[in-house]
């Protein structure tokens, strides 16, 4: 049988990296092994879920290209097989019924040296009823040991765990048994998923040694790997709080789906010569997950943003313009990254414009996003001016002289980057300056900034008429 595996996220808030980083190691699994990739979304707890998160994923997953073969179920879908489940344990014995209350919990373990529930009704027999829980009745004695192929044998005893509530009095059935029940019927062969459910795992397998105790046909406990935790700069667990988690909100920057699979590939696995980037045939061929490590991977958003720009620059000048066309052109774009618009109307954008000017930007970013940046000065009418830097130009006399000479000079020059150049540069040295303080007031004029695209060659593209414009604009301005 070939093997199946799922990822099974909660609809309850933006699509986590690590959510994403364990959807990779699924797909690059499956894709492996010549296995099955299943999409199933945990949406039992309807107070938390919603439909814009569910379709989050979808999406998230899609732009990701982790397609998958079944699928998307929906948990909610198998509540029945859920509910059959607990009653075929209920009536072996495995699971009992409890009326205990928290505060009546607590109330008697309060002495005890070991908080948790304390078995009161385990031997009350009592019948199930709408103010009744459902316990699970676990061993006194013995440990579960789950067998991971990432860690190796976990043992855990069964002293540390207490009779947990597998059904609730309202009558929903909680995530341990849920997610058993579930992975039972899709005949799943391995489990990978994050390190912080190893703690639910013996629960699972202790519920699903149970139902194969209650059914003529049982079926084999799937294989389980369970990832290493990503962690921050400081080496705590990623916050959704205080970290950068939303998959979305790299998409909306301007990362490649490529650059980002590429580095959570990395988030606790390496191929095996050692490189960095590497393709996604190349993943495929390469990924076991017995070479996956165990301790902790820290998710470095400066040396994804690195690998991102190091995608960028791989591209060619076509697809470059192509992936930029969202941010700089959204109205000619099927989709358009959240909340980003260009600061030109579309009647100001010119795309051969754009398509001359892409190459002097794409060795410059790090991300999409920042591109539009970088070129604004090229399509809107009027640029806004950093007002910290004219103050330093106007407090410059070199650099005032310098754009009252430039004025004259550029008015008559050859209109081209290397005469431009030459005639800057000229002007720089007669005044005692070097080329990179020479500039400085003309790009601040025609750009509105200090950093930017190479200057001269953009110069040739904005064109004669406007630069002049904008250093006479630029003198009006340090003259107030």
Not at 363 to 368: F, K
Request: proline share 5%.
């Amino acid at each position: 049988m070939a093997p199946r595996v799922r990822f099974a996220p909660s609809p309850t808030g933006y699509f986590h990296v690590g959510s994403a980083r364990t959807s990779l190691f699924n797909w690059l699994f499956a894709r492996q092994s010549g296995g099955v990739f299943i999409l199933r979304i945990e949406d039992t707890d309807v107070e938390r879920n919603r439909d814009e998160w569910r379709e989050g994923i979808i999406t998230a997953l899609a732009w990701l290209g982790l397609d998958y073969d079944e699928g998307p179920y929906r948990q909610s879908e198998m509540i029945g097989d859920h509910r059959a489940a607990a009653d075929a344990l209920f009536r072996a014995g495995y699971l009992y019924a409890c009326d205990c209350t928290r505060e009546a919990i607590d109330e008697r373990t309060a002495t005890r040296a070991t908080p948790g529930y304390d078995g009161y009704c385990r031997d009350r027999g009592l019948a199930r009823s709408a103010t009744t829980a459902l316990r699970f009745r676990v061993p006194d004695e013995g440990v579960t040991v789950v067998h991971d192929l990432i860690r190796g044998d976990v043992t855990f005893p069964h002293e540390s765990y207490e009779d947990f509530v597998v059904v609730k009095s309202n009558g929903v059935v909680l995530y341990p048994l849920a997610n058993a029940v579930d992975d039972r019927t899709m005949a799943i062969t391995h489990v990978i998923r994050g390190e912080d459910l190893l703690p639910t795992t013996p629960k699972q397998v202790m519920l699903w040694e149970a139902l194969n105790r209650c059914t003529d046909e049982p079926v084999a406990l799937p294989l389980y790997a369970h990832l290493p935790m990503l962690v921050n700069e400081q080496r705590k667990k990623l916050s959704k709080r205080k970290d950068p988690v939303a998959v979305e909100s790299y998409r909306d920057q301007g990362y490649l789906p490529e650059a980002f699979v590429n580095y959570l590939a990395l988030l606790g696995w390496s191929p095996r010569e050692g490189e960095e980037i590497i393709s996604r045939a190349a993943m495929i061929e390469q990924f076991r997950l017995e070479d996956v490590a165990h301790s902790p991977a820290f998710f470095d958003v400066k040396k994804l943003t690195h690998m991102n720009g190091e995608y960028l620059r791989r591209l060619s000048a076509g697809e470059f313009v192509a992936r930029a066309t969202p941010w700089v052109a959204p109205w000619n774009s099927a989709w358009r990254p959240s909340d980003r618009s260009p600061l030109w109307r579309e009647d100001q954008f010119d795309a051969t414009l754009f398509a001359r000017v892409a190459p002097l930007v794409q060795e410059r970013v790090a991300t999409l996003g920042e591109v539009p940046g970088l070129v604004d000065f090229f399509f809107l009418d009027e640029v806004v001016v950093d007002e910290v830097a004219l103050a330093g130009v106007a407090g410059d006399a070199l650099a005032r002289d310098l754009l009252d000479a430039a004025r004259e000079r550029l008015a008559t020059l050859e209109w081209t980057a290397a005469a431009l150049h030459e005639a800057i540069a000229a002007l720089g040295e007669a005044r005692g300056l070097a080329l990179r303080r020479a500039q400085a007031p003309i790009r601040l004029a025609v750009t509105g900034r200090l950093i930017g695209p190479p200057l001269f060659e953009s110069l040739e593209i904005v064109g004669r008429e406007r630069v002049l414009a904008r250093l006479d604009r630029i003198q009006e301005l340090v003259a107030r």
